[in-house]
């Protein structure tokens, strides 16, 4: 499917695609899609019914430190050192996977009819003037904590982690570009989470790329995936333990979706993500696990994540 990517790239054609988590289902240009990527969008903005969550049944914290220690134990025998863990939440309430598309004022987002919604503030890869960037966002804190941006900047943990997602992504760059430079690090933006504010933190990397990117579009993309900011480090290995230890499949969620418009391209993360199964609804979310991690704090932020982005 990535050689689809290299024929649209080669004859400057605009596409439209989304890629799961393991790579294994996409989804092109399709009448049942509407997207945002910030300079790229395919519907008219209108607002419409909101959706409400009145209850919601997260993984019970005995179950999550469990699952906690399995990943500690991993990093212990020097497998990985950092792994982006998740789980599902079941939703209980009125919800609507088009309203919420609607209603997310974020600067990506993603609606697939009767499947899943995606509002994510994460971009993955932007490609522009033969430059590609990549935007890891790691580290979260609920901005009404006393002092939360000096907290989250001045935090060990959340430093290490970040530091080893920023070197994987510059390694990334480095395959397929040159003059890979880390242009902004560990800047802050403020994020609406519902009624919360949260505070996350990311970086901004760059490489140069020749002028035929073009023809090698789907190469560049497939060797950047899955994104380092939702897997960990070592990439392989820590996917082959998430694979292992999370206890569901993540499907679409984690995984990228693009637009290329026959002279740049943009792409996101996909997470804040809610997905229809059969006659429920759930809410996928999680973070960065270290040696360092506290469970507690961990919990809540997996937590902090789940909302409905209503107007």
Known sequence: MFNRLNEYGKKRKPIFFAVDFEMKEWI?????????????????????????????LH?????????????????KRGNTYLLNLTFETKLEGDIDLESIFYNANVPFKLHVKNR???????????????????????GTIEASIPHALERILANQK????????????????GIVGKNVQVEKFRYVDKIQAGEKELLQVSSKITADLDENWHDRLGDIIFSMLPAGSITGTPKKKTVEIIKEIENYKRGFFTGVFGYYDGKSFDSAVMIRFIEKQKDRYVYKSGGGITIDSDEVSEYEEMKDKVYIPNL
């Open 28 to 56: 092109f240009e399709d009448e049942n899609v509407q997207y945002k990527l910030e300079n790229f969008k395919n519907f008219v903005e209108k607002k419409s019914r909101k959706s409400t969550i009145q209850n919601t």
């Open 158 to 173: 959340e430093m290490s982690e970040h530091t080893m997602v920023v070197d994987l992504l510059r390694n990334d760059l």
């Open 59 to 75: 993984v019970e914290f005995q179950e999550y430190i469990k699952v906690i220690k399995k990943v500690k134990e991993q990093i």
């Open 116 to 138: 899943f919604v995606c509002f994510s503030p994460e971009r993955f890869v932007q490609i522009k003037n033969n430059k590609i960037s990549t935007y890891p966002m790691k």
